[in-house]
């Protein structure tokens, strides 16, 4: 991507906070809190895609779901074009979501099983009766529908009435009816077979070069987010460890934890497995209602030393590392993962 891109900032995240809290007792006091996301900071250009991985239950969907507001912010700021999400109301804000869209995980629980294609589809039209003229709509559902490579007339039929593949694609044309300039795609491809998630991937990246579309795309297949992502952030217990391009994430990352996780990445030739040194993480992954102090990740790390107890890591450029390539690492150095 090129740096005159890079320039125009569509969504910035600042400080981003969302704690659960943890009620106990006859009175259901609060005891605790899970810091689901617990201060992520990060930019989105336009017409780029930014991959979020890591781990089950390290804050990746709660974080999507923030920035389509649809969780409330404990702490943060979210600026889209300039206006600040978390300040819009009423009509203000349904006009933002215009710009704002998600695709969800499942696509067999997000799709309502009473309502046809047309209708599931068609529904930004119902709230934002502006955008297309009633009597337009049915065309313009069918255009979404081919748009996406499902056939037009199938536009009366029902969601059970077509494949797991088939039916995220209704999804993703329900995301852009609006013409958005950011989907949040929540692991898209995960409920999906192997050959299918190529297929939505590669009509993702499709959408976004005729569209300028800027994707959040979120997931834990590494593979798949190397495939589709201009920039990469890595998650660990609520918070970015390991932010760059995504050659300098996969070739040469400088994170403990972002090491690990593509040391584990199958290689599909088996003669350079053995090539590969395997790092293995002791211990298991800390409670986040009960987070380590400091580095979080140090309780598992291999170069753990004193200072990673006590002191904080902030996510910077190190020394060692490259030009926009972020590590919240006291000991960040470049490693070659095969």
Not at 7 to 32: F, M, N, S
Not at 128 to 142: A, E, I, M, N, S
Not at 177 to 187: G, S, T, Y
Not at 260 to 266: D, F, H, N, Q
Request: include cysteine.
């Amino acid at each position: 991507m090129s740096t005159s891109v890079r320039q125009e900032v569509v969504l910035k995240a600042e400080d981003l906070v969302k704690h659960y809290p943890i009620k106990a007792g006859v009175l259901r006091r609060t005891v605790g809190h899970v810091k689901a996301v617990d201060g992520v900071s990060f930019e989105l250009y336009k017409g780029e895609t930014l991959g979020i991985v890591g781990e089950s239950g390290c804050g990746k969907s709660t974080l999507g779901r923030m920035l389509m507001r649809l969780e409330e912010p404990t702490g943060g700021k979210l600026t889209f074009d300039g206006v600040d999400v978390y300040s819009q109301k009423g009509a203000d804000m349904r006009r933002l979501r215009r710009d704002i869209q998600i695709v969800f995980q499942d696509p067999y629980t997000s799709l309502n099983p009473r309502k046809t294609v047309g209708d599931i589809v068609g529904e930004p039209f119902d709230i934002h009766t502006d955008v297309v003229p009633k009597r337009g709509r049915r065309q313009r559902v069918q255009e979404l529908l081919e748009l996406v490579g499902l056939n037009p007339e199938h536009i009366n039929r029902y969601p059970h009435q077509f494949s797991g593949g088939q039916r995220q694609r209704i999804g993703i044309a329900r995301g852009v009816a609006l013409h958005p300039k950011v989907i949040i795609c929540d692991e898209p491809v995960s409920a999906l077979d192997v050959s299918v998630q190529a297929q939505v991937v590669n009509l993702l990246e499709r959408l976004q070069r005729e569209l300028g579309l800027a994707y959040i795309f979120i997931a834990h297949d590494l593979s798949v987010v190397r495939h589709i992502s201009d920039r990469v952030g890595v998650m660990y217990l609520g918070k970015l460890v390991e932010l760059g391009d995504e050659d300098q994430i996969y070739s040469r990352p400088t994170h403990p934890y972002t090491q690990a996780l593509l040391s584990a990445v199958p290689l599909p030739d088996p003669t350079m497995r053995h090539m590969r040194e395997q790092i293995v993480l002791t211990g298991d992954v800390p409670s986040p209602a009960n987070p380590p102090q400091a580095c979080r990740f140090h309780t598992r790390c291999w170069k753990a030393q004193e200072i990673c107890s006590i002191d904080e890591p902030l996510l910077i450029e190190r020394p060692d590392g490259e030009s926009a390539h972020l590590s919240a690492c006291h000991f960040a150095e470049p490693r070659v993962i095969l």
